[in-house]
């Protein structure tokens, strides 16, 4: 094919993508801390619908905490400059396996409500759903939130961790199950310092916590 500068109609097949990448069970809604404000006024950028709280509510969520954090790749690989620096278009991806647990979170005056049953229902889906690809948290709107307070010093656990298993026998069970099935664990001493202080009261609760809570649609059986 030829420039030639001068406009020309083609006939192209369409072609449906009839399997999803990932499917998800639409939620009722998801709840936005206020202090998230560059997330949210994206949102309403968009023309998604929210509701904000006049006061603080406190509300049964799921919120997901991620594992096996890690940078994400760009989404043309050919266009790598030379700086090999990470992220794309200014942003520094990240990869990650989300998982749920249930909270009881009470969220400040301020912070928002966006309910999917709305036109821009799916939108707002593909935007706050951990596990999306075209996410906030994935395109890393949410990195501060992907790190740990603090990490215990190995002088302060290890003492810690031999009296930690010789006061609880569920725990030293639970410990010489992890290392029997988990090899790479049972070769990474910081990994089994980590495991303990994770077994701790000191440990940070809100670690590799994505802040968005989801309100599950209501069971219909």
Not at 93 to 108: A, D, F, N, S
């Amino acid at each position: 094919m030829l420039w030639s500068n001068k406009p020309q109609t083609y006939k192209v097949p369409l072609t449906a993508q009839s399997e999803p990448d990932l499917i998800v069970k639409r939620p009722k809604a998801y709840v936005i801390p206020v202090q998230w404000q560059t997330v949210i006024k994206r949102l309403k950028a968009h023309g998604v619908k929210m509701t904000t709280f006049k006061q603080p509510t406190t509300l049964d969520v799921v919120v997901y905490r991620m594992k096996d954090i890690r940078l994400g790749s760009g989404f043309e690989p050919d266009r790598v400059g030379g700086a090999k620096l990470p992220g794309y278009e200014g942003r520094l991806l990240i990869k990650g396996t989300p998982v749920p647990e249930m909270r009881r979170v009470t969220y400040p005056a301020g912070s928002v409500e966006v309910p999917t049953d709305q036109r821009l229902g799916t939108l707002a889906m593909n935007l706050l759903e951990p596990r999306s690809p075209d996410s906030f948290l994935q395109w890393g709107f949410f990195n501060s939130m992907m790190t740990i307070g603090e990490e215990p010093e190995i002088y302060v656990m290890e003492p810690m961790a031999r009296a930690m298993l010789a006061q609880d026998p569920k725990l030293a069970a639970a410990f010489k199950a992890k290392l029997k099935s988990d090899k790479a664990f049972a070769n990474d001493p910081h990994a089994r310092l980590m495991w303990f202080f994770e077994h701790t009261p000191y440990i940070d609760k809100n670690r590799y916590l994505y802040p968005v809570g989801v309100i599950p649609a209501k069971s219909t059986s």
